[in-house]
């Protein structure tokens, strides 16, 4: 059987895999990551989003074999120890879930979101979530969330 | 998923020979239509051949009045270089409208095109600028590049390797979205090459991508907005579905095509 070769989450690690398994197969069955979901299996959820070479991606429309020698991070590898990232905290503090069930996605979705555009409107943060589907809240503690996250982060960066 | 063998050769001559060697296989780039396809079980390639370890092919650059955009450029890429914004707005514009974020920072304009999917963006950018799609063995002019529905002139085992778009004049590009989809319900590219206007329709073609007659017609008249009121495209080749009857898609053909007249620079 071939095998994969990544760093996950700051881990090098070697997996045989099939050709045709899936990253989200490897994530959470092979490598015991379940904090990235699997909504649809369609490409059109994003609660399997993941970090691949610092670009969110659906996790379950990308082949395992694709990720050879990639950098990826998950929703576990977000955190700094016990600190949360900012977006998982400002998540918490705007109430911004409430079954859950998307929430690894939306964080990861959000946090590449927040890399590339520190500052983002209402509007490009709405835009930006198409690929995000949450049936619970509504969406508007999520972007609320997003908010209270690009601030902290500024005031981090401003601040350093 | 049912299993096949994969290969990531690292040059075009080397997918040529993988190619050669395994008929039945398909070719990967994104990914982002074909792992659904294969996950349906609409396609059962005995073997996948992986682009995505070609970097030659994940490249654009600016020569002279033509922009090279590699068939593994993602839409991410196009979207925010900025050889692209500077000679070509309406194509990163385009780039940046398809699907989602998470589907460009992966899916490449050379998937796109070889798809020709008959709601993708890409396809009404390509034969609106007239654009020239290079693959390993040839160059396909766009008019003579798109044969119907999901369906293109490439041979089996034919690879895409770029597209040379040359620099209009001005262009813009104007999708009417399905919501949900994120897909073109009618999609138009209109373009002021300097050798006449061209407008590509996307979304709505019974037979893919078309140049509209009608819509050229009025605006090499006048390139305006308002050439475009009281032009008719007729139903006959128009596809409805439950999204939109071909009426009503005919019917926003001209206006959308209007839109993208109004913002073309
Ligand atoms: C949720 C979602 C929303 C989307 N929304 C849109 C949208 O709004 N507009 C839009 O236009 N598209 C949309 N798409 C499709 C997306 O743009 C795909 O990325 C694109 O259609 C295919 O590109 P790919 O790189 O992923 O190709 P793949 O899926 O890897 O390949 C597609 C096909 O092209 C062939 N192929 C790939 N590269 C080459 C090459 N270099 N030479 C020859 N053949 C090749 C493959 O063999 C395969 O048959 C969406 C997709 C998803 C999942
Ligand atoms: S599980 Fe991947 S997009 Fe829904
Ligand atoms: S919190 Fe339940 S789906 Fe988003």
């Known amino acids: ?160 | 998923m049912y299993s096949f063998d994969y290969h990531r050769p690292g040059s075009v001559a080397d997918v040529a020979k993988a190619l050669l060697a395994n008929p039945e296989a398909r070719l990967l780039a994104g990914g982002q239509t074909l792992i659904p396809t294969l996950k349906q079980r609409l396609a059962q390639p005995a073997a996948v051949i992986d682009l995505g370890g070609i970097a030659d092919l994940k490249m654009i650059k600016r020569d002279g009045a033509t922009l090279v955009i590699g068939a593994m450029a993602t839409h991410d890429m196009v979207a925010r270089s900025a050889d692209v914004k500077a000679a070509i707005p309406a194509l990163a514009a385009l780039a940046g409208g398809i699907g989602d974020p998470q589907v460009r920072n992966v899916g490449t304009i050379g998937g796109s095109v070889a798809n020709n999917d008959p709601a993708a963006d890409y396809p009404a950018a390509v034969l609106a600028l007239g654009a020239t799609v290079v693959t390993n063995k040839r160059q396909i002019v766009a008019d003579q590049f798109f044969a119907g529905m999901f369906s293109t002139v490439l041979d089996a085992g034919e690879i895409i390797t770029a597209l040379h778009f040359p620099v209009p004049k001005k262009a813009a590009y104007a999708k009417f979205e399905q919501r949900a989809s994120r897909y073109a319900l009618v999609g138009a590219f209109v373009a002021d090459t300097g050798a006449g206007v061209r407008c590509a329709i996307t979304g709505c073609g019974a037979g893919g991508v078309f140049r509209s007659a009608e819509i050229e017609a009025a605006l090499a008249k006048m390139f305006a907005a308002d050439a475009l009121k009281g032009v008719k495209i007729s139903v006959a080749n128009i596809m409805g579905d439950i999204h939109g009857s071909a009426e009503y898609r005919a019917a926003m053909v001209p206006v959308i095509a209007a839109r993208a007249v109004a913002m073309a620079v």
Request: with cysteine.
């Open chain 1, 1 to 160: 059987m071939p095998h994969v070769t990544m760093e996950v989450n700051g881990k090098a690690v070697k997996v045989d895999v099939a050709p045709s398994a899936l990253l989200v197969e490897v994530l959470r069955r092979d490598l015991a990551l379940t904090g990235t979901h699997v909504g649809c299996d369609t490409s059109q959820c994003g609660a399997c989003v993941v970090h691949m070479n610092g670009a969110s991606v659906k996790s379950c429309t990308v082949l395992a074999m694709q990720a050879n020698g990639a950098k990826i991070v998950t929703i576990e590898g977000l955190s700094q120890g016990t600190n949360m990232h900012p977006v998982q905290a400002a998540f918490k503090e705007a109430h911004g879930l409430q079954c859950g069930f998307c929430t690894p996605g939306m964080v990861m979705s959000s946090a590449d979101l927040l890399a590339r555009n520190p500052n983002p409107s209402e509007t490009e943060i709405r835009s930006w979530l198409k690929g995000n589907i949450c049936r619970c809240t509504g969406y508007h503690n999520i972007v609320k969330a997003i908010q209270i996250a690009a601030d902290t982060m500024s005031k981090k960066a401003a601040a350093e």
